[in-house]
């Protein structure tokens, strides 16, 4: 049905509520109305309610052939609009009971000062702050936050899994609280999950940077070591199990470029020196790479990386230069090594 088909029926109704329609624009919403009344029809639950109030029209339609005037009406412009219009508004109407049912079963549940926002399906839900963060809830997981979230405070209580695109706001920090530890950001990419079977909860980077500190029995952040309390950037992440007194800094799973660097045919190194090697890196993947010796830098690096995880990429260039890397909360630490002889030139394929 056209839109203008549709704009005509809604200006028509609005007539007949103001009382200024003529009298067949007055048969087609009594029709309309008769047919909502009817006690077997219930059309904001059931999909197939339409087809009874389409019957209704057709036998009100019918019925009048028999009278004086049917035969003006049944010429008129409006006889197939009404029945099409009359159908239109209860498809309409039974989608917004869907989009209603379903708004109250996963949307915001407003408890005192908090919303609730809970995912009751069997995928990812979308969920959309005040302040324009994005939410993706895994199923079974929830947040909870302020009524006046973005006004003074950016605080989200997690439980379960969950990924966060967060808008920038210097002014009101971000801050996640899950379980026993909170992560506090600006503006990033990040995702805090936690194992079912373990009970360790895992906070990763996609980019920006994020501050992720223990919990104490207050609540509050602890005021310990350094590895209770750790910075991340891209493509780190920060573990923290139940009993354990610190958080571990590691690379994520599958390290990811960071967005808009293009990565095409930059792996690829002949004889070049380490320290080149370890740009090409950092832009790539958004981290920081220190070199304790401070020799190794030149020592040169021929290896085809192209195709390969950030891990494995590092695997392969520790191998040649007999060193060894570790992560911490600062990014990528090369120990150890030395400059070893050229194995051979690595030539792309053609």
């Known amino acids: 049905m056209g839109s203008n088909t549709t704009e005509g029926f809604l200006k028509m109704l609005a007539r007949f509520r103001r009382g200024k329609s003529d009298a067949n624009e007055s048969e087609a919403m009594e029709t309309w109305y008769e047919a909502l009344d009817d006690p077997d029809i219930d059309v904001s639950r059931k999909p197939g ?10 036998e009100r339609t019918a019925s009048d052939q028999g009278r004086p005037d049917a035969v003006h009406r049944s010429g008129n412009r409006f006889r197939y609009f009404y029945p099409a219009a009359a159908v239109l508004l209860l498809v309409c109407g039974f989608a917004w009971f869907q989009l209603s049912k379903n708004l109250k079963e996963n949307g915001p549940a407003t408890s005192g000062t908090s919303v609730v926002q809970q995912n009751r399906t069997d995928s990812p839900l979308r969920v959309v702050l005040p302040d324009r963060s994005i939410v993706k809830l895994d199923p079974g997981s929830r947040i909870e936050y302020e009524a006046d979230f973005n006004k003074v405070t950016r605080t989200v209580l997690l439980t379960g ?10 002014n009101i920090p971000f801050i996640v609280r899950a379980g026993a530890i909170l992560t506090r950001v600006l503006g990033t990419e990040f995702s805090i ?4 079977s373990g009970g360790a909860t895992q906070v990763e980077v996609i980019s920006g ?3 992720v500190a223990m919990l104490g029995k207050d609540g509050q952040p602890v005021a310990g070591r350094e590895t209770q309390r750790v910075i991340l950037t891209a493509n780190l992440k920060a573990t923290y199990q139940p009993g354990k007194p610190e958080l571990v800094v590691g690379l994520v799973e599958t390290p990811k470029p960071v967005a808009g660097v293009r990565t095409d045919n930059i792996f ?10 370890i740009t090409v890196l950092e832009k790539s993947y958004g981290v920081e790479i220190r070199v304790e010796n401070r020799e190794l830098p030149n020592c040169p690096v021929t290896a085809d990386l192209s195709d390969e995880d950030l891990s494995t990429q590092l695997d392969i260039v520790m191998s040649a230069l007999n060193a060894h890397f570790t992560v911490d909360q600062a990014g990528i630490y090369i120990s150890g090594g030395g400059c070893g002889p050229v194995s051979g030139r690595v030539v792309p394929n053609q």
Not at 49 to 58: L, P, R, S
């Open 49 to 58: 309610e339409h087809e009874k109030v389409w019957m209704k029209i057709i």
């Open 161 to 170: 899994d969950a990924f966060f695109s967060v808008t920038k706001n210097r």
């Open 193 to 196: 999950r936690k194992n079912p």
């Open 209 to 211: 940077k994020v501050e």
């Open 268 to 277: 690829l190194f002949n004889d070049r020196p380490l320290a080149e090697v």
